[in-house]
């Protein structure tokens, strides 16, 4: 597609409850980055991966949350047992060569989750 | 540790002033440095970025940013405000060194322009 494309836009959920969310990359971008915006604050890294390398899975805040990425296409953000300090929106951004290359991030517009 | 802070979390600006948004990054070695928008209801998009070259970045839609390592700023301009320029400005930070692809952001500056 001709941007990053996410889903679901908004999701509601239940506390406990698993979600997924769903990421499209520009084709060809070698690099996928996760962030976590929660309300009032600045955009929190979770994860970044590049081609075929280990994913970087500092920023995951708990072993709650993981991610996967297929190749260089789909990637998906796994909540386990969602708690209300989850409620954010997730942002999806890729990147042709990664930082070094370009700087530039291209970002999609957002799930918002919220857990009630 | 990485750290962007922005000086205010709101700035409020008439159509045709100035428009000054605050960036102060920490980082011992000068690390590339971002300035990101996001309009209501859009993705964020980057309006300009300082990777080593000029110190004075010109960007998108008339905005401009310069670097000053005595500082560690990346203060965002521009000389005229638009009401199309209302919109939340995140400025960001990378290493130049292992740690490729993280950005570091700010928490947000809000912009609005009154007519």
């Known amino acids: 597609g001709a941007g990053v494309s996410q889903s679901p836009s908004n999701k509601v959920t239940e506390k406990g409850k698993d979600v997924e969310l769903r990421c499209d990359p520009i084709s060809g971008h070698t690099a996928l980055y996760w962030y976590r915006q929660r309300l009032g604050q600045g955009l929190e890294f979770l994860i970044y991966?590049?081609?075929?390398?280990?994913?970087?899975k500092s920023g995951l805040p708990s072993d709650r949350f993981s991610a996967e990425r297929t190749g260089e296409s789909v990637s998906t953000l796994t909540i386990q047992r969602t708690q209300q300090e989850d409620s954010a929106v997730y942002l999806c951004a890729s990147s042709l060569l990664g930082l070094a290359n370009t700087g530039e991030l291209f970002f999609g517009e957002g799930s918002r989750l919220t857990v009630l | 540790a990485q750290s962007v802070t922005q000086l205010g979390s709101h700035v409020s600006v008439s159509e045709g002033a100035l428009v000054l948004l605050r960036c102060n990054y920490s980082s011992s070695v000068p690390p590339y440095l971002f300035w990101y928008v996001q309009y209501p209801n859009q993705g964020l998009q980057l309006l300009l970025k300082y990777t080593s070259a000029a110190t004075l970045v010109k960007g998108i839609n008339g905005f401009e940013a310069e670097f000053k390592k005595s500082e560690t700023s990346f203060h965002l301009t521009k000389p005229s405000a638009h009401m199309s320029d209302a919109a939340e400005y995140f400025c960001a930070q990378a290493d130049r060194g292992s740690t490729l692809g993280r950005l570091y952001f700010g928490r947000g500056t809000q912009l609005t322009v009154w007519p």
């Open positions: 991966f590049q081609g075929n390398s280990a994913p970087d």
